[in-house]
C-alpha cells in the first residue's frame, strides 16, 4: 500500500520568511513519481512540480525548491521569501505503477501574512 | 481549450435523493479520475477510468457509481445520496507516455473546479 504523510497541519510565516513543507512517503514500486499541487483559497489545484523515482537531482522554480531525497523518503518543498499569495493548502501526492492514481497527503495550510 | 470542466458547481441534496456529476475534459486524455475532498483528510479517490468504456474502484467507491461512454465525459452517480457524501468532488485527466514493451510513464493529472455538495 502507498502512504503519504504531511506531518504539518499548518505553518503560519510572516511574508519574506521561508517556509518548508515536509513530505514522507511509502511505497513498495520501484518507479514511482511524486508530485506537489497547490490549493488556493478558490479552491482549485495547481499542478507545481512531478518527480520521478529515478531522477534525485533538486529543483529550483522561481521562490520555490524541491528536495528529493530517496534514502529518507522525502519529497519537501520550500518557499523562500514568501509571499502572501502563497497562502495556501499544498498537498504531496503519489503515484505508482498503476494507471497514475495519485495517493495525497492530507495537506499542510500555509499562511503567510504582511 | 476548456482543459476539464465539472457539472454542476454547488449542489444541496436530501437524504435519499440521487444525482449526477459530469466531468469533460477537451485534452484527449485516457485517463480519467474522481476524487472526493473532506477536511483534514486530502483527496481519496472514488473511481478512475483508463479508456472509453472501462471504469475501476478506487479508495472510497461505496455509494458510487460511474461511467464513460465517451472518451471525453466520466459520470459519477450518487443513487441515494447519506449525509456522509457531503463533500467537494473533484474530477481530474491525465495521460501516459511508452507503448507496449516500453517503460509506461504516468503523468501530471489535470483537475477541474470542483463540486460542492451537502447532503441533508
Known amino acids: 500500500a502507498q502512504k503519504v504523510t504531511q506531518a504539518q497541519t499548518e505553518i503560519s510565516v510572516v511574508e519574506k520568511e521561508d517556509v518548508t513543507l515536509d513530505c514522507v512517503y511509502e511505497?513498495?514500486?520501484?518507479?514511482?513519481?511524486l508530485f506537489w499541487y497547490k490549493q488556493p483559497p478558490s479552491g482549485e489545484l495547481v499542478f507545481l512540480i512531478r518527480?520521478?523515482?529515478?531522477?534525485?537531482q533538486n529543483e529550483i522554480s522561481g521562490r520555490y525548491s524541491w528536495n528529493f531525497q530517496k534514502s529518507t523518503s522525502s519529497f519537501n518543498f520550500t518557499i523562500t521569501a514568501s509571499q502572501v499569495v502563497d497562502s495556501a493548502v499544498y498537498f504531496c501526492a503519489l503515484s505508482g505503477r498503476s494507471w497514475g492514481k495519485l495517493q495525497f497527503g492530507a495537506g499542510t495550510q500555509v499562511v503567510v501574512t504582511p | 481549450n476548456a482543459g476539464v470542466t465539472q457539472t454542476p458547481k454547488f449542489r444541496v441534496l436530501k437524504t435519499g435523493q440521487s444525482m449526477t456529476l459530469l466531468c469533460a475534459q477537451d485534452?484527449?486524455?485516457?485517463?480519467m479520475y474522481w476524487y472526493r475532498q473532506d477536511p483534514g483528510m486530502g483527496l481519496r479517490l472514488i473511481h478512475y477510468?483508463?479508456?472509453?468504456?472501462?471504469?475501476a474502484k478506487g479508495e472510497v467507491p461505496d455509494g458510487y457509481n460511474v461511467s464513460r461512454l465517451k472518451k471525453q465525459n466520466f459520470l459519477l452517480g450518487l443513487e441515494s445520496a447519506a449525509p456522509s457524501q457531503t463533500s467537494v468532488y473533484f474530477c481530474?485527466?491525465?495521460?501516459?507516455?511508452?507503448?507496449?514493451?516500453?517503460?509506461?510513464?504516468?503523468?501530471?493529472?489535470?483537475f477541474g473546479p470542483g463540486t460542492r455538495l451537502t447532503v441533508l
Open positions: 485534452m484527449n486524455h485516457e485517463y
Open positions: 511505497t513498495r514500486d520501484t518507479t514511482y513519481y
Open positions: 477510468s483508463v479508456g472509453e468504456g472501462t471504469t
Open positions: 481530474a485527466s491525465s495521460y501516459s507516455k511508452g507503448t507496449s514493451g516500453e517503460i509506461i510513464t504516468y503523468n501530471e493529472q489535470f
Open positions: 518527480r520521478n523515482s529515478f531522477d534525485e
